[in-house]
């Protein structure tokens, strides 16, 4: 009869980093599908929309829906209650434009991307667009309050 001993089986502790999201992707956070608006858009209509949906940064698409840049809403609204930006100006006035330089490339973030790459991501940057692979259309926006709430709810 052959009996095994505990010196026949050797436990080897993981060399890798363990993943604090459990392998969870983006598509995990369930984000609110995306709104965004025209560079040709009145700030006032912008201004009105992020607030019904309770967004603090609203991406800005040209014509053909690629993404341009982004407006920050309570800077815009500072300046609108300022009198330094008219109700009718248009959003492209006061957008931040995207850097799109080889020493800073676009970073594809997609609904089956790692919730590391985001949280790696969120550390450059405010928000993340979540886009489809080919970058057509922007699905949603991603922030980091997003990712501390998808922790908190699985107690991560």
Do not use: C
Request: avoid cysteine.
């Amino acid at each position: 009869m052959a009996t095994a001993t505990m010196s026949s089986f050797s436990f080897q502790p993981s060399t890798l980093p363990a993943d604090k999201y459990r392998g969870a992707v983006v598509e995990d956070l369930q984000l609110p599908p995306a709104f965004s608006v025209s560079s040709n858009e009145a700030i006032s209509r912008a201004i009105e929309l992020a607030y019904e949906r309770d967004f603090s940064h609203i991406p800005v698409l040209d014509q053909s829906r690629r993404p341009l840049g982004y407006v920050d809403v309570a800077k815009l609204k500072q300046k609108w209650e300022a009198g330094q930006a008219n109700p009718d100006d248009k959003v492209s006035t006061y957008m931040t434009k995207f850097k799109r330089t080889s020493s800073e490339p676009y970073t594809v973030i997609t609904p089956l991307s790692p919730l590391s790459d985001l949280e790696d991501f969120l550390k450059r940057n405010i928000f993340a667009l979540v886009t489809d692979q080919n970058r057509k259309f922007v699905l949603a926006v991603a922030t980091s309050h997003d990712l501390d709430n998808f922790v908190s709810r699985r107690g991560l």
